[in-house]
C-alpha cells in the first residue's frame, strides 16, 4: 500500500508541476479504451467471441463517440489491435475537436504545488458565500384538525 500511495503522490506533483496535461490526458484516453477493447475484445479470443455490443455501449457512454464497431469487427482479417487503433484515432480527432471548441487558452492549468497540509486545510480557509448563513429546512408541524 505505501508503493501505491507514493505513486499516486508522484502522480499529483506530476500534474501540478505540468503546464500542459494534454499528453497525460491522452495517455489516459488510450489506457481506458485499452483497458475496453481487452475487456470485450479478449486477445486470445475468437471474433465471434468478441462482445461488440458491450464494447460499443462503453465507447459511447465512456469516450461519447459512435462508432461503427459491428462494421469494423465483420471486416474479414481484423484484429482487436487493429480495432483499438481506430478508436484511440477517433478519440484524438474528437479531443483535438473539443480542444479547438473551447480554445487552448480556455482549458483548466493546473494550480502551482503547494504542500499537503495547506491542501488539507484549503476547505476550511475558504472564504463562505456572501450573505447570511444557509438556513436548515424543518418539516411543518403537524396540527390536530380543530372540531365545531
Known amino acids: 500500500m505505501n508503493d501505491q500511495r507514493k505513486a499516486v503522490f508522484e502522480q499529483r506533483q ?3 508541476d505540468s503546464e500542459d496535461l494534454s499528453e497525460l490526458v491522452a495517455d ?4 481506458a479504451i485499452n483497458d475496453l477493447v481487452e475487456r470485450y475484445m479478449p486477445p486470445k479470443a475468437y471474433a465471434e467471441q468478441w462482445d461488440i455490443d458491450g464494447l ?4 459511447k457512454s465512456t469516450l461519447g463517440l459512435e462508432l461503427p464497431l459491428h462494421d ?3 471486416e474479414e482479417g481484423v484484429s482487436n489491435e487493429e480495432i483499438e487503433e481506430r478508436i484511440v ?3 484524438d480527432v474528437r479531443a483535438a475537436e473539443r480542444l479547438e ?3 487552448a487558452d480556455q482549458t483548466p ?3 502551482k504545488a503547494v504542500h499537503a497540509a495547506d491542501d488539507r486545510h484549503a476547505v476550511a480557509r475558504a472564504p463562505g458565500p456572501s450573505g447570511p448563513p444557509a438556513r436548515r429546512h424543518r418539516p411543518a408541524r403537524l396540527r390536530p384538525a ?3
Not at 489516459?28 to 489506457?31: E, G, K, T
Not at 460499443?56 to 465507447?59: A, L, P
Open 14 to 16: 506530476e500534474f501540478m
Open 28 to 31: 489516459f484516453r488510450n489506457d
Open 56 to 59: 460499443d455501449e462503453k465507447v
Open 72 to 74: 469494423w469487427a465483420a
Open 89 to 91: 484515432a477517433a478519440a
Open 101 to 103: 471548441l473551447i480554445g
Open 109 to 111: 492549468r493546473p494550480r
Open 146 to 148: 380543530r372540531t365545531r
